[in-house]
């Protein structure tokens, strides 16, 4: 019994809120299709008001425990009953779900490893940036004092032209 509460409790972990009403981002043909059905239909689960499984959105703790509440008291209540065909579907869907579970994992790692990288790039990047910035700062500096210089000189060469237009 443990066994069968726990599948069902895998089950509806990963497969977010469903409803009874067309499921409109599941196929027919997926394997997990009338395992989703069958928990929306009794009660378990139910889609979001675009009738959409949104089978990649995290389930919330309190999604949870609300779903673990309804199953647990089904099974005090001794109004969960499971045949073989249903046990077999939850088994397949279990298996489903496995797969993207590890997928996900794998794609999280991936994703983890990729943004530590850009985080190490981007302090580089920033780093270099600061060092341009200061770097172009001091090359103003020193052509505005060229500048500054240039008309100075160019000042005292007009001057001195003027003074030795006067004595020639």
Do not use: C
């Amino acid at each position: 019994m443990k066994k069968t509460v726990f599948t069902i409790m895998m089950t509806i972990i990963f497969a977010s809120t469903l409803s009874a009403q067309k499921i409109k981002d599941v196929s027919k043909r997926d394997p997990s299709y009338s395992s989703v059905k069958k928990v929306v239909r009794e009660g378990y689960l139910s889609l979001f008001s675009d009738n959409k499984f949104q089978a990649q959105r995290n389930v919330s703790r309190k999604e949870l425990a609300i779903v673990i509440d309804r199953i647990l008291k089904n099974v005090e209540n001794k109004r969960l009953k499971l045949d073989k065909t249903e046990i077999r579907e939850l088994v397949n869907l279990s298996r489903v779900f496995k797969k993207y579970l590890v997928d996900f994992e794998t794609n999280k790692a991936q994703v983890d490893n990729k943004v530590t990288l850009i985080e190490a790039e981007q302090k580089v990047i920033n780093h270099d940036l600061s060092r341009i910035n200061y770097e172009l700062k001091q090359e103003i500096e020193e052509l505005k004092k060229e500048n500054d210089n240039q008309h100075l000189f160019m000042w005292v060469g007009i001057g001195l032209s003027a003074i030795l237009g006067l004595v020639i």
